[in-house]
């Protein structure tokens, strides 16, 4: 394989990834809209080697039915208009902070206090960040 070969489909697999990513980006910033999420922001964090993903969507839930429907809203819409199935989700017993992992985006549906405690935005200041809400 020349290097012209190799360089073209490196560079079709990149966009083919950004495609998908950004439809599961749009399919969960909306599933969060649809339930009321607020203080939805996203971070940006391609440019951070350290970081664990591409993106984290990090919103507020007012209360833990709100929390849990979010949190289910955000796996529905995804499996639906993207035919994704969460990697791993965790915080569904405690009922304070859900994440979703999604591999390249990271969800972190999370009440107002472990929200503040922990300060995630803070936490990854060097990130991009673009607020979603309505």
Same mark, same amino acid.
């Given at each position: !394989?020349?290097?012209?070969?190799?360089?073209?489909?490196?560079?079709?697999?990149?966009?083919?990834?950004?495609?998908?990513?950004?439809? =599961?980006?749009?399919?969960?910033?909306?599933?969060?809209?649809?339930?009321?999420?607020?203080?939805? =922001?996203?971070?940006?964090?391609?440019?951070?080697?350290?970081?664990?993903?591409?993106?984290?969507? =990090?919103?507020?839930?007012? %209360?833990?039915?709100?929390?849990?429907?979010?949190?289910?809203?955000?796996?529905?819409?995804?499996?639906?208009?993207?035919?994704?199935?969460?990697?791993?989700?965790?915080?569904?017993?405690?009922?304070?902070?859900?994440?979703?992992?999604?591999?390249?985006?990271?969800?972190?549906? !999370? #009440?107002?206090?472990?929200?503040?405690?922990?300060?995630?935005?803070? #936490?990854?200041?060097?990130?991009?960040? #673009?607020?979603? %809400?309505?």
């Amino acid at each position: !394989m020349n290097n012209l070969t190799v360089l073209q489909s490196r560079k079709k697999n990149t966009v083919t990834r950004l495609t998908r990513n950004s439809k =599961i980006f749009k399919a969960i910033i909306t599933a969060i809209q649809e339930k009321k999420g607020e203080k939805i =922001i996203s971070l940006d964090l391609r440019k951070i080697p350290e970081a664990v993903a591409d993106f984290f969507i =990090i919103c507020e839930a007012n %209360n833990t039915t709100q929390l849990k429907a979010i949190a289910d809203s955000i796996e529905h819409g995804v499996s639906e208009k993207c035919l994704e199935k969460p990697y791993k989700h965790e915080g569904r017993q405690a009922q304070q902070w859900i994440l979703i992992d999604y591999i390249n985006i990271v969800v972190h549906v !999370m #009440m107002p206090e472990p929200r503040k405690f922990y300060q995630l935005e803070e #936490m990854w200041s060097d990130a991009q960040v #673009m607020e979603h %809400n309505d």
